[in-house]
């Protein structure tokens, strides 16, 4: 079975311009995260959907960050306009049920440079 | 709120050694814990967990047993692989709630 994908694996552009970052869960699940990755941060959840529906976006860190899920088989991530402190990967995960079981199946990650 | 706390890494030790990654938490109620598994560059995955009090969570030779009195989740492995060399996220979700909280993730590199 596919796992949850993400695209593209590695990104590396330059400051100003505008990052898209794509996720398509497994198949039936109906909650998708996304999560931040740096060393001074750890792992950082930046907004959760639930059938679709953000749920809380909380953790997205300013208007520059923008997150959609027009379907239960796809997801991205955007930031417009990018600065290199967004330098990082970004996982998307995915998971299913009801309600939240903490079993979560990770996308291998988009490593993000920022110049 | 909710909080995990692991030990620094990395933490460094020799093949077929005993593994130990501390774990504590801070959370009201009675929350579910976990153990994520990150190899070099790939995703986070699941490697054991545990919802209740005194339950011991087991997977691949680790293993790790909720201790409410104590508020922890140690992981521990007997003797490890070259193979295990990772890095380990403890976690925690409420009961009610919709939310993984990770700690900072533990860097463990085993040496042949």
């Known amino acids: 079975d596919a796992g949850v994908i993400q695209s593209p694996r590695h990104e590396v552009t330059e400051m100003g311009q505008e990052v898209t970052l794509r996720c398509k869960p497994i198949s039936g699940h109906n909650s998708l995260f996304w999560y931040r990755q740096t060393m001074m941060r750890g792992l950082e959840l930046l907004i959760y959907?639930?059938?679709?529906?953000?749920?809380?976006d909380s953790g997205m860190p300013e208007d520059r960050f923008s997150a959609k899920m027009p379907n239960a088989s796809f997801s991205t991530l955007k930031i417009q306009p990018s600065e290199p402190r967004d330098s990082a990967v970004y996982f998307c995960?995915?998971?299913?049920?009801?309600?939240?079981?903490?079993?979560?199946?990770f996308g291998e990650g988009s490593r993000l440079t920022v110049l | 709120g909710n909080s995990v706390t692991q030990m620094e890494g990395p933490v460094t030790l020799s093949e077929e050694a005993f593994l130990t990654i501390n774990c504590t938490y801070t959370?009201?109620?009675?929350?579910?814990l976990f153990w994520y598994v990150q190899y070099p560059g790939e995703g986070l995955q699941l490697l054991l967990k545990a919802t209740k009090a005194d339950d011991k969570g087991s997977n691949k030779g680790f293993e790790a047993t909720y201790r409410k009195e104590t508020t922890s989740f140690h992981l521990e492995k007997g003797s490890v692989q070259v193979s295990d060399s990772a890095v380990y996220f403890c976690a925690l979700i409420k009961a009610a709630g919709n939310k993984l909280t990770f700690g900072g993730g533990t860097r463990v590199l085993v040496k042949p």
């Open positions: 995960a995915s998971s299913f049920g009801a309600r939240a079981t903490g079993e979560l199946f």
């Open positions: 959907f639930n059938n679709n529906v953000p749920i809380d």
């Open positions: 959370a009201t109620g009675y929350p579910s």
